[in-house]
């Protein structure tokens, strides 16, 4: 827990410095893959742009083997320099003991990105499939440049979860902050 907390004093420290705001955010990419296909699969894994101003997640599993009564996740953020690169975040967290306390600054940011739009809202076990729908850009581009300013760049965030033990599913999001 040491380390999180001096990922959030960074985290703090960083959101006062960077001098400049960014102002927009834009999906690029999305890839949802199952690594365990007698577990689960993606029944849906997309990016849609409505009109110019409503664009949008969705992403959708489908499991076979329920409940599921525990969940451990990996999360890495990478910038895009020479290929994609480490970028400050990197920190495994276990799912079902953080949906009972939420009681991480830095878990809660990354999971306030997608939980309003999702039925991942009540504590272990899950003994139904999982989605997020209908994500919209906007509520990203608030959270990315405004709560927390983000320099500009491409990003991916590449989480990767497992449970019992095995890695059962990898999610690449791709954005780009302009
Ligand atoms: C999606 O990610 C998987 C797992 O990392 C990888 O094997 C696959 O090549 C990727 N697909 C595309 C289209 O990049
Ligand atoms: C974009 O699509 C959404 C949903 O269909 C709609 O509510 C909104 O008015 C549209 N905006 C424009 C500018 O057409
Ligand atoms: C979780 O989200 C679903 C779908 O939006 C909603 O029906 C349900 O009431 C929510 N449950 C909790 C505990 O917030």
Not at 28 to 51: G, H, Q, R
Not at 129 to 145: A, F, G
Request: aromatic residues 16%; positive net charge; contains cysteine.
């Amino acid at each position: 827990m040491a380390a999180f907390r001096w990922v959030a004093v960074l985290l703090l420290i960083l959101s006062f410095t960077v001098v400049k705001v960014c102002c927009k955010f834009e999906f690029t990419n999305i890839n949802c893959t199952s690594l365990d296909p007698e577990f689960m699969d993606v029944a849906e894994c997309f990016l849609k742009s409505a009109n110019r101003t409503y664009k949008y997640l969705t992403l959708k599993t489908r499991f076979y083997k329920l409940p599921i009564n525990n969940i451990m996740i990996r999360v890495k953020v990478l910038k895009r320099l020479n290929g994609y690169k480490p970028f400050l975040y990197d920190f495994t967290l276990d799912g079902c003991k953080y949906l009972k306390g939420k009681q991480n600054q830095l878990i809660q940011f990354f999971y306030d990105m997608f939980a309003p739009y999702s039925n991942v809202n009540h504590t272990c076990p899950y003994n139904h499939d999982v989605y997020v729908e209908k994500l919209p850009i906007s509520y990203l581009d608030h959270r990315v440049t405004v709560v927390l300013p983000v320099p500009e760049g491409y990003y991916c965030i590449h989480s990767t979860f497992s449970t019992e033990k095995r890695a059962v599913f990898d999610l690449k999001v791709y954005f780009q902050i302009s």
